[in-house]
């Protein structure tokens, strides 16, 4: 497949919630697509956001913002997002989610399919593992093609509170969390890097400074961040609708860049059956290659436990 370039490229986003807005708002910003349609069934809210993002056409890239409460309005996308779903409630779980928000994603994947044949469907909607087997499933069945946001956004938390730690910029950090993108997600502290040094090496001059305390207390950060914002304000929305455009973006460039995004497993790192996240090379096609990363043997052994609650779910959801 040959890439779409921004100037013509469609990107439609399901769900006009504070999470679609936030795409569609850091999207405009970024001059990501030539055309970006929301879908939602409440057609006044959506009619209300297109305009209001209209009015700030003088300061942003050229770009045609369209909506409606019809789904034909996503014909002939390249990428489709799908933010539709039950919004968490704060002590909630993303897992408590799945139920509904799976239904949806059933209703959903084969009248975006059948409107626009040839995207690339990326869930973000929680739990996104779980309602990206249930998309999967209803769908083409093409693992590349449909796939979900994953832990790119945690993965961007863990990368943040490392930088900070060490007063570096989050340029200077590679690091990935992964496996659910949830509870039980995993940071892979074997395989981080600060600036070229790897993480359990890394020194200033009052010593060590990611020992197991302070790695432990970076990674229950990670874990409860979004738990935090949603006590604070009710949702997540700002980091979410920059790391999916980050992905849409390396669709429609074709960019070969490895992310963190939710995919059926099927081997790498001895796990298969399964929607999680691992580093996966993300291009024109979509989500390609899944890459076999090292990892200890406790972070191994971890990813598979964290496969497994997400079986469990699947199976209770007739997955």
Known sequence: MTSATSEVAKVSIVGAGSVG???????????????LAMYDLDGARTRAEVLDLNHGSQFVPRCHVIGSDDVAITAGSAVVVVTA?????????????AGANVRVAQQLTP??????????????TNPVDVVTMAALEAGNGDRSRIFGSGTLLDTSRLRYLIGRRVNLTVANVHAYIVGEHGDSEIPLWSSAIIGGTPLHDYRTATGVVFGEPERRAIADEVVGAAYEIIKG?????????????????AVLRDERVVLPVSTLQTGAVGVSGVCLSLPTVVSARGAERVLDVPMSDDERA????????LRRTQRELGL
């Open 302 to 309: 971890a990813l598979h436990d964290s496969a497994e609650t």
């Open 85 to 97: 779903g039950a919004k968490q409630k704060p002590g909630q779980s993303r897992l408590d989610l």
């Open 21 to 35: 807005v936030a795409i569609a708002y850091a999207a405009l910003i970024r001059g990501t697509a030539g055309t």
């Open 233 to 249: 304000k009710g949702a997540t929305n700002l980091a979410i609708g920059l790391s999916t455009v980050r992905i849409i973006e």
């Open 111 to 124: 009248e975006l399919l059948r409107h626009s044949p040839n995207a690339v469907i990326l869930y973000v």
